[in-house]
């Protein structure tokens, strides 16, 4: 139970019992957290596109999203981008990716992450847009020991390491698990080819960041998590439109 609470408190700002900070812990809780984190996400979208239309129903959900998870992934992606995209030596980005500051590229990086997920939740209906928030938020935390296990941590101490420390396979395959059972879940087969996505995403995030810092932080994680949900947001609006197209072409024939 101290694992759980501990994974709450570095994975959200929903109340953990003043839960102590230990990521170690942590890691082996994260797809639980991961699935109450999405049902939080996919209840405000479902509740935000009842009652208002696309637009502002999708702004509220990805702001609520936001206050679930206290910014935490978006100030990481924002730290990542500063420093992976300078044009640098490796030990001065290792600097900016340490700076509490934001410059150009994280901010651009945070709207561009907003921007693409309110698209994306607005192009789908109540329903399969509250499914699509589900299968991103849990998907992503799913996905997170496999991609923390993947590369090595760009300290040997502090909150990367200790997490990774934490990430036996266990963990990797129980978020794996709960990650694709949360796409297939929550939007059905094609739900399966959004985890995929997410999964893929992360991968390839966590590998182009560590050959720019020597390996994976904190704030490397919650750029991973911030994508992967963007992937799976993608996916699942691109695939709806085709299957939209699909059932239309269907009909005319």
């Not at 696309?54 to 999203?65: H, N």
């Not at 992976?84 to 980005?93: G, K, N, T």
């Amino acid at each position: 139970m101290n694992g759980l609470l501990a994974a709450i408190g570095l994975l959200s700002r929903l109340p953990a019992g003043g839960a102590s900070w230990a990521p170690e812990r942590a890691a082996g809780w994260v797809p639980a957290v991961g699935l109450l984190i999405g049902g939080s996400v996919a209840g405000a979208t479902w509740a935000a596109h009842a009652l208002l239309p696309p637009l502002p129903a999708a702004a509220i959900a990805v702001a609520a999203w936001a206050a679930v998870t206290g910014g935490l992934h978006l100030d990481g992606a924002a730290d990542a981008a500063d420093a992976a995209l300078v044009a640098a030596p490796r030990e001065r980005r290792v600097a900016i990716l340490g700076d509490v500051h934001h410059g150009t590229y994280g901010v651009a990086a945070v709207v561009l992450i907003v921007i693409l997920k309110v698209s994306c939740l607005a192009s789908l209906p109540g329903g399969t847009a509250a499914g699509a928030a589900f299968a991103a938020a849990a998907g992503a935390r799913g996905w997170l020991p496999a991609t923390a296990r993947a590369f090595p941590p760009l300290r040997q101490t502090g909150m990367g390491a200790a997490f990774r420390a934490g990430c036996k396979w266990s963990a990797v395959l129980t978020g794996a698990a709960a990650a694709s059972a949360a796409g297939g879940a929550a939007l059905g087969w094609w739900g399966i080819a959004t985890a995929a996505a997410g999964a893929t995403t992360m991968l390839l995030v966590g590998w182009g960041l560590g050959r720019a810092f020597g390996g994976l932080n904190g704030d490397g994680y919650g750029a991973c998590i911030e994508l992967g949900e963007c992937a799976v947001l993608l996916a699942a609006a691109g695939l709806a439109s085709q299957l939209d197209a699909w059932a239309a072409w269907e009909a005319v024939r």
